[in-house]
């Protein structure tokens, strides 16, 4: 009966504007929030309501990844030495935002179409490498 038997795909996708910022929900993988500005893609797990003074943080983030480039790149190479060839080629696939509120803590993502499936996870906090695991 009409309006009980409304399916999942005909449910409005919740989205939300902060400037230039479109954040979307993603009913995927549990479900999770995801935007980006510029480059960047960033993902938000774990939590069904969006903090939007997360947007203000994104610049430190930002500067983290830059100022810990060669850092990220070492971190990227010693993961490869079992798995690949270090070819020095890498890329940001998406950066995790769910614990920067409350932890100052981030999960960077990095791939790359020579490392076949492998995926390189670096987790970041105060803007100092915390940890990195390779996994496919």
Known sequence: MWPFNRSQANLPVPRIQI????VVWQDVLNGHWE?????ILYTLYDNPIFDVSLINELPIVSQW?????SQIEEEIKKQ???WAEWTGDYDLVVVDVSHLIEKREV???YAHE???DLGINII???GKILSSEAGD
């Open 19 to 22: 400037g230039d910022v479109q």
């Open 35 to 39: 935007f980006s500005t510029g480059e």
């Open 65 to 69: 990844i830059d100022d810990l480039r």
């Open 80 to 82: 490869l030495e079992v």
């Open 107 to 109: 999960e960077l993502s």
């Open 114 to 116: 020579s490392w076949a």
């Open 124 to 126: 970041v906090a105060e």
